[in-house]
Structure formats: structure tokens, C-alpha cells
């Protein structure tokens, strides 16, 4: 059965740092591309960032460049978003999701997604 599982997030202060792993398993991991998204409450669903299946392909939303980085580790089957200097909009619940290989153009469907994991930043 295929699975996204998210973890890491939580409270933190602005300015403070988390990492957000996904996990993937009961698909070819290494052959999919994973995107991450956030939605904040009564906000529509926002692309944050993206990493190809191979990781020669990055892209970040304007509001997170310089503060997020997409990484992912094939062999473990994971990927991750390192947030640094968080700032209160970034509250959100972030997903992940998985495209075949490349960072898709939006509006293409998502073969899988995970549960979503909260972050808040709050002073």
C-alpha cells in the first residue's frame, strides 16, 4: 500500500528552524518527484516547494527562497524541508505529495500524498 508519512513538525518561535521529513513507502520512492505544500487555516492549498526524483531539479515558492531548503535521501526513502528563520505566516499544516519524476506544472494530479503535519510559529 502506498504511504506518505510527514513528521516534524510543531511550535516553534519566529526566527526558530524545523525539519520536516517524508517518508515513503509501497511505491518506487526514487522514481517519483515530491512536492511540498502548506495550507493555513481559510488559506487555499499553497506549493512550497518541489525536488525531482533524481534532486537535479529544485524550485521554491518566492515567500520561502533563502530560508527553505528541499533536500531527499533515496535510500532512506525520505525527503525533507529544512525552514529556517520561520516567520508567523508559515503557520500552516504541510504536506507532502509524489508526481512521476519531475516537478510538475500545477494542476497535474498527485499519484500520493501524506497526512499533513502542523507547524505553527508563535511567539
Known amino acids: 500500500q502506498p504511504h506518505l508519512v510527514e513528521a516534524g513538525g510543531g511550535l516553534v518561535q519566529p526566527g526558530g528552524s524545523l525539519r520536516l521529513s517524508c517518508a515513503g513507502s509501497g511505491f518506487p520512492f526514487d522514481s517519483y518527484a515530491i512536492v511540498w505544500f502548506r495550507q493555513a487555516p481559510g488559506m487555499e492549498r499553497e506549493e512550497v516547494s518541489c525536488i525531482s526524483s533524481s534532486a537535479n531539479n529544485m524550485k521554491y515558492v518566492d515567500a520561502v527562497k533563502d530560508r527553505f531548503t528541499v533536500s531527499r535521501d533515496n535510500a532512506k526513502n525520505t525527503a525533507y524541508l529544512q525552514m529556517n528563520n520561520l516567520k508567523p505566516e508559515d503557520t500552516a499544516v504541510y504536506y507532502c505529495?509524489?508526481?512521476?519524476?519531475?516537478?510538475?506544472?500545477?494542476?497535474?494530479?498527485?499519484?500520493?500524498w501524506g497526512q499533513g503535519t502542523q507547524v505553527t510559529v508563535s511567539s
Open positions: 505529495a509524489a508526481f512521476p519524476r519531475v516537478c510538475p506544472s500545477p494542476g497535474f494530479p498527485y499519484d500520493y
